[in-house]
């Protein structure tokens, strides 16, 4: 019998790191992945989350059950949601240091294991249009990411005191010889912040960077 693939116990320097600064590498990954702009607490953002997850579980689920899986399957758990964050071009313009949550762009994502490839990704998202009547299907896209060299840590707390943890990782890396290379960063969430309190949040923070 197969053994089910779980990302915790197989990626932990991936997924799990400590909750002080580290440099990795992070080699190229599938996602399925859906944009979107505005505050994180308007409704459209978790309705995108939503659709999200409804593909990943149609995908989880259909390849289990087929007759003649796809090549290279394996059973797995399905993937973290992460998040790619920023603010818009008109914010930038203007940039004064402080950030108005309305004017987030981000693109929110949901890794694939290795079997799928984007002509399975659109079969099951013919799949998932059948059963789920939700027009922001029709937004998510398949997309193959390579961060390559980065810096992450694990931010333990609410969201709005990440910037403490980004502190930490910029003079870390600078300390060891590296540069951010943008302030554009990525967010994997380790918590359902629907149900854990916000000072038990687990969140990974991880941003790209070069020697300096």
Known sequence: MQVKYEWRKKEKSIYLPKNIPEIIDIPQFNFITIQGEGSPAEGIFTDNIGALYSLAYTIKM??????????????????????????????????????D?????????????????????LQMLAIAKQNK????????????FTEGLCLQMLHLGPFEEEPASFEKMEQFAKEQGYRRISKVHREIYLSDARKVVPEKLKTVLRFQNKKS
């Open 62 to 99: 259909t390849a289990k059950k087929m007759n003649v899986p796809p090549k290279g399957y394996f059973d797995f758990t399905v993937y973290p949601l992460e998040g790619i964050w920023d603010i818009n071009d008109q914010a930038k313009a203007c940039f004064d240091g402080t950030i």
């Open 101 to 121: 949550k309305d004017d987030f762009v981000y693109k929110l994502m949901i890794r694939q294991p290795e079997f799928v490839n984007e002509k399975f990704f």
């Open 133 to 144: 009547k939700n027009p922001l299907l029709d937004q998510i896209s398949y997309q193959c």
